[in-house]
C-alpha cells in the first residue's frame, strides 16, 4: 500500500529560556561573544553582557520617550551594535521590534519610501529607530508613515546611564518579521516569543554539538531576514555561543571574506541561501584564500531559495582543498511564517537527489525517473508536523506532487492585523506554505509554488520546468530569468512567456537560443522571449524573484527601468548598489 506524504519529527525539546529577553539574560553570565567584521576585516568584539547592558540602556531610553508594552518598533539599521542593541533593547521595553531593510539605490528612492511607509502603517510602527547616516535619508519615509513618537537613533536611545526591563510572557509578540512576498506584497508575520524559543530549541536538536566544543557561529545574513535573525542572532544568544557578523554588503562585494572568517574562527555552523554558494565558487580567488583551512565547517546550511545539486557540487569540489567536507552540505526547508525551518537534511550525508521527468512531473504531479535533479530538503524537524495535500484537500501518497502544509510550535501566530490574510494561511493549527512538492523516502522535496503554475492549453507547468532549461546560456544572467503564463493581444489562449536579464551587450540571436533551448527541452516553444537589463526583474526583500510582478510590470509597461534590488542580501546588483550608496553617504 502507498503510504501518505506526511512527515513527523520528533519531539520538540523543551526550550532553554521561555523568552528572547530571559534568554538575553542568562547569556550575560557566559563568555560568548558577538564579534563584528567591517570591510577591512578589522573586528570589534562585544560581550554578551556588554550586549545585555546596551539593550537595557536603549529600553529605558524607549520608555522615557513613550513607548509602552506591545507597541512596534521599526528597525532601519546595517549590521552592527546599533541593530544589536536596539532589537534587544525593544524587547526589554516591552516592544515589538520589526526589522526591516535599509535603502540599497538613492536612484530608486521614491520605490523604497513607498514600500517601507506601507510596511510601517501596516504594523503601526510607534517609532523608528535608525542611525544618524540613515535618518538623512529617510525624512520621507517618517513624514509618510507618520510613527507617534517620530525617529531616533540607536546611538541616542543608548546614551543614558538608566536600564529598564520589562517582564515579557511567552505570550507577547516577540517580533514581527515581513515574508518575502515572492507573489504577493510582503505580510507582516508575527512571531510570539514561544514561536522563537521553540525554533531556537528545534536548531539545537538539530545541530549537536561535536567533541563537547560549542558551535561557533559565522554569518553574513541580514538580520531583518529570519535565516541571519533566528538561525544565527537568535540561536547564538538562546544558548550562549560566540557568533561572527559580517555585513551582507561587505560579502557580496568579497565572498572570500566569509570563507577567510569560518577558517579565522573555526566556524563550525554558517547557513546560506544557495546563491551565495555558486558566488564564492565563481569569484573568490585562490590568492584570497591563502591559509583558509574549512575543515570545521560542520554545517553548511543551505535554504531561502531552490537548491541546485549543481552548485553543491561544484562548491564541495572547488573548496575540498581547503578541507571542506561536501557532507556538511545541508539543504533545508523553511519560510517566515514558520519562524524559520521545519525540516533538515541529514548531517555527515551527501545531499539525496532525485532525478525525476520534469514534463511529468509538471502534466501530471507524479514523480517519474528521469534527468531533472531535485534535491532533497530532508526530515521534519522536532515538533513539526508535514503533510503534503493533493487538490481536494487531502494528504496526497508519496511521489505525488501537492501543497506543502506544516504545524508546528513556532508557526506564527498569524499576520499582524490581517485576518483575513491569517485565516487564508492558518487553518486549526496548519500552515498553507503556498509551496508544491512531495515526499519520497521519508524525505520531502520541493518543486515549485503552487500560486506560480504556468498553464498551457490546460496543463499545468512548473515555471522551473522552462527556467533550468536557460542554465548555461550564454549572455543571460544565472538565476535571472522568470518562465510565467499570460494571455497576448492575439487572443489565442495563455502563452508562455520568459523574461530574462543579459549580462550586457549580446548577440541578436539571443532570444532565438533561448525560445530553441526551451523548446528542445520541453516541447514547448514560448510565445514571447523578453531580454532585459541586469537588475530589471522584480524581487523580494530576500532576493527571490517575483514572478507575478514580473508579469503585471510586463504587462503594463513599466519593467523596461532596472528594478532596485530591496535587499543586501542575495544580489550581486544589490552589492554594487549597497557600495555606491555608501560612498555617496559617506561623502
Known amino acids: 500500500m502507498t503510504r501518505a506524504a506526511r512527515l513527523v519529527g520528533p519531539a520538540l525539546p523543551t526550550p532553554a529560556h521561555p523568552t528572547v529577553p530571559a534568554a538575553l539574560r542568562a547569556a550575560a553570565d557566559s563568555t560568548a561573544t558577538i564579534t563584528l567584521v567591517d570591510a577591512r576585516e578589522s573586528e570589534s568584539v562585544l560581550s554578551m553582557r556588554e550586549l545585555y547592558a546596551g539593550a537595557r540602556r536603549v529600553a529605558a531610553s524607549l520608555r522615557e520617550r513613550g513607548v509602552r508594552e506591545g507597541d512596534r518598533v521599526a528597525l532601519v539599521l546595517p549590521t552592527g551594535r546599533d541593530f544589536l542593541d536596539a532589537f534587544f533593547g525593544a524587547q526589554l521595553a516591552g ?137 544565527c542572532l537568535l540561536a547564538a544568544v538562546t544558548f550562549a555561543r560566540p ?85 556538511a552540505l545541508t539543504p533545508v526547508y523553511g519560510l517566515a511564517e514558520a519562524s524559520l525551518a521545519l525540516t533538515f537534511s541529514a548531517s555527515d550525508r551527501t545531499e539525496r537527489t532525485l532525478g525525476v521527468d520534469a514534463r511529468e512531473l509538471a502534466l501530471h504531479g507524479r514523480v517519474t525517473r528521469g534527468d531533472r535533479a531535485i534535491v532533497s530538503v530532508g526530515r521534519a524537524a522536532p515538533g513539526a508536523e508535514i503533510e503534503v495535500r493533493a487538490r481536494d484537500g487531502e494528504v496526497a501518497h508519496e511521489r505525488e506532487v501537492g501543497v506543502i502544509y506544516a504545524r508546528a510550535p513556532f508557526v506564527m501566530t498569524g499576520y499582524f492585523d490581517r485576518p483575513e490574510a491569517t485565516a487564508a494561511a492558518l487553518a486549526d493549527g496548519w500552515l498553507d506554505t503556498g509551496d508544491l512538492g512531495f515526499v519520497e523516502g521519508g524525505e520531502l522535496f520541493v518543486c515549485g509554488r503552487a500560486k506560480d503554475v504556468v498553464i498551457l492549453r490546460g496543463a499545468n507547468h512548473a515555471p522551473q520546468e522552462f527556467e533550468d532549461c536557460l542554465d548555461g546560456i550564454e549572455g543571460l544572467r544565472a538565476g535571472c530569468a522568470v518562465a510565467v503564463g499570460f494571455v497576448p493581444s492575439e487572443g489565442e489562449g495563455e502563452q508562455l512567456l520568459i523574461l530574462a536579464e543579459t549580462k550586457g551587450d549580446v548577440g541578436a540571436d539571443l532570444g532565438a537560443r533561448v525560445a530553441e533551448a526551451v523548446a528542445a527541452r520541453t516541447g514547448v516553444r514560448p510565445h514571447t522571449v523578453r531580454l532585459l537589463a541586469p537588475g530589471s526583474l522584480p524581487r523580494t526583500s530576500s532576493g527571490k524573484l517575483r514572478r507575478g510582478e514580473s508579469l503585471r510590470r510586463h504587462l503594463a509597461g513599466t519593467l523596461d527601468a532596472p528594478e532596485a534590488v530591496s535587499a543586501l542580501t542575495v544580489t550581486r546588483e544589490a552589492a554594487r548598489s549597497a557600495l555606491a550608496l555608501a560612498r555617496t553617504a559617506l561623502g
Open 95 to 231: 516592544a515589538v521590534p520589526v526589522p526591516l531593510y535599509p535603502p540599497v539605490r538613492l536612484g530608486r528612492m521614491d520605490e523604497y519610501v513607498q514600500s517601507t511607509a506601507r510596511m510601517m502603517r501596516a504594523v503601526g510602527a510607534a517609532a523608528l529607530v535608525t542611525d544618524r547616516r540613515l535618518g538623512l535619508l529617510l525624512g520621507r519615509v517618517v513624514e509618510a508613515a507618520r510613527p507617534a513618537l517620530g525617529w531616533v537613533t540607536a546611538a541616542e536611545l543608548r546614551d543614558t546611564p538608566r536600564e529598564v526591563e520589562v517582564a515579557t510572557s511567552e505570550d507577547a509578540l516577540g517580533v514581527i518579521q515581513f515574508s518575502s512576498g515572492s507573489t504577493v506584497d510582503p505580510k507582516p508575520v508575527a512571531l510570539s516569543q514561544r514561536n522563537l524559543v521553540a525554533q531556537c530549541a528545534a536548531l539545537k536538536a538539530l545541530l549537536p554539538e561535536r567533541d563537547g566544543a560549542p558551535h561557533v557561529g559565522v554569518s553574513w545574513l541580514p538580520l531583518y531576514h529570519d535565516m541571519g535573525l533566528i538561525g
Open 243 to 327: 557568533l561572527v557578523l559580517i555585513p551582507p554588503e561587505v560579502f557580496l562585494a568579497r565572498p572570500a571574506l566569509w570563507l577567510r572568517a569560518l577558517s579565522r574562527h573555526g566556524g563550525t555552523v554558517s547557513p546560506a541561501p544557495d546563491f551565495a554558494y555558486a558566488l564564492c565558487t565563481k569569484r573568490a580567488r585562490d590568492e584570497d584564500l591563502a591559509g583558509v583551512d574549512l575543515s570545521r565547517w560542520s554545517y553548511a546550511l543551505d535554504g531561502a531559495e531552490p537548491v541546485s545539486p549543481r552548485v553543491l557540487e561544484e562548491f564541495a569540489r572547488r573548496f575540498a582543498r581547503y578541507g571542506f567536507r561536501r557532507e
